[in-house]
């Protein structure tokens, strides 16, 4: 017989599908009911699980996590002790693990932990299995997941994201424009009506706004692999659509498409944004909720993947798409109870939660109803099959990565011309 969610006990199996709502489809009240009756029938297993978290205790996340670990213990007994690490548990994680410390989960970005802390985490592809939870997943995630690990899975992805072009549809109806570019040289016709119409265009902070542009560009013209061989070969002076990147890139700048401070320090760049002094930012779909944190702006979001170039070789499949993820110890003592509790995350009803929460888009396929602040990414994500490395892989170098992004910066700020941008990154050979 087919096992439905997870290898559970009974009763925790039932606490379990009401938690996640795994057909997506439940309503919160519904939702709501049977889980006060599951919580009144809760066994007392007295299993406590250890979960170290990227997140803040004030952060959106973080709030849908608590109440989640609060709704599963009511309905299962068994306790989720949450360590709030922020960010830092990127760089916390390893050497606990390798001091003895007991934890039985953490989450961080998916590929991190799939390739970085791979040695630490437990294969979930039975677990996987008896969950039916594929169905559930979004299959260019689980791919690139498997890839790092030899086919394995031994992460769970949830708050993903995409990336793209996030702009101002009223600046854009002011402006008179009436499709979004799909091509570059679109791209230049939109900024143009946009700088007559008295906003800027675009603009971008330092760092990871400089690295998207550019990898951006460059992977139209060469696709991930290529930007992969220029890196770790130093091949900028040998690849010509190295500098036509370049070009193109500056052209923003030198044309005045960009604001006059871009790029500026993060994140006054996409407050700019915000303030409805620009219009454009290429950037993730983390962006509307933080601009929307740092400034108080509602605004009506459009989005369009970054566009095409002449005679490239990458179209929209290719997207910088990821997510957060969680990956359990191996050598926890309770993998499977870990497991059923980030089921109750990854799909369903808190799934869902976390989505509205903090304007981010579902993990679970089944819940089709983004939120507004990103929906306009959602006609296209279907169409993202491949996933970029951050930047396309311009950082996946550690010992050019520092040289690379100050050489973009340098370029950005006008301070090299294309040439010169080419002639510095190629020195490093």
């Not at 369009?304 to 798409?321: K, L, M, Q, R, S």
Request: include cysteine; glycine fraction near 8%.
């Amino acid at each position: 017989m087919k096992k439905t969610f997870a290898r559970m006990t009974a009763a925790a199996c039932a606490a379990a599908m009401i938690l996640t709502g795994c057909s997506g489809a439940a309503s919160s009240s519904t939702a709501g009911t049977a889980g006060s009756t599951a919580a009144s029938a809760a066994p007392s297993s007295g299993v406590e699980l250890t979960y170290w978290s990227m997140w803040n205790s004030t952060e959106g996340q973080a709030k849908v996590l608590q109440e989640a670990a609060d709704a599963y213990e009511a309905a299962t007994g068994v306790k989720i002790n949450i360590e709030w690490k922020g960010r830092d548990v990127k760089n916390l994680i390893g050497p606990a693990l390798d001091g003895g410390e007991k934890i039985d989960f953490f989450d961080q970005d998916y590929i991190f932990i799939s390739e970085q802390c791979a040695k630490y985490t437990a294969d979930l592809t039975d677990m996987v299995a008896a969950a039916d939870y594929e169905k559930h997943a979004m299959p260019v995630l689980l791919d690139k997941a498997k890839s790092y690990t030899d086919g394995k899975l031994k992460v769970i992805p949830y708050q993903p994201y995409t990336s793209g072009v996030w702009y101002n549809k009223a600046m854009f109806e002011d402006a008179g424009i009436e499709a979004v570019p799909t091509t570059f040289d679109e791209l230049l016709d939109v900024c143009e009506k946009l700088k007559a119409s008295g906003v800027n265009p675009m603009t971008c902070d330092q760092g990871d706004g400089t690295l998207l542009l550019m990898g951006y560009q460059l992977a139209r013209y060469v696709g991930q692999d290529g930007i992969l061989d220029l890196v770790d070969n130093v091949k900028w002076a040998e690849v010509p659509e190295a500098l036509k990147a370049a070009e193109d890139i500056q052209t923003l700048f030198k044309n005045g498409y960009m604001s006059e401070y871009a790029p500026a320090n993060s994140p006054d760049g996409q407050n700019e944004v915000g303030y409805e002094e620009s219009a454009m930012l290429l950037q993730c779909s983390w962006v509307p909720n933080e601009i929307a944190q740092n400034t108080g702006a509602e605004i009506d979001w459009g989005f369009f993947p970054w566009p095409t170039v002449e005679n490239g070789v990458d179209g929209i499949e290719g997207a910088v798409v990821g997510s957060q993820g969680f990956g359990i110890v191996d050598a926890s003592e309770h993998k499977q109870e870990a497991f059923d509790f980030i089921m109750t995350v990854a799909t369903g009803e808190y799934d869902l939660k976390m989505a509205q929460a903090v304007a981010s888009i579902p993990a679970d396929t089944e819940n089709t109803t983004w939120p507004a602040q990103v929906a306009g990414a959602e006609p296209y994500f279907k169409e993202m099959s491949k996933a970029y490395l951050w930047a396309g892989g311009l950082q996946t170098n550690a010992d050019y990565k520092d040289y690379v992004l100050e050489a973009i910066n340098k370029l950005c700020k006008q301070e090299l011309d294309p040439a010169g941008y080419i002639a510095e990154l190629a020195s490093m050979k």
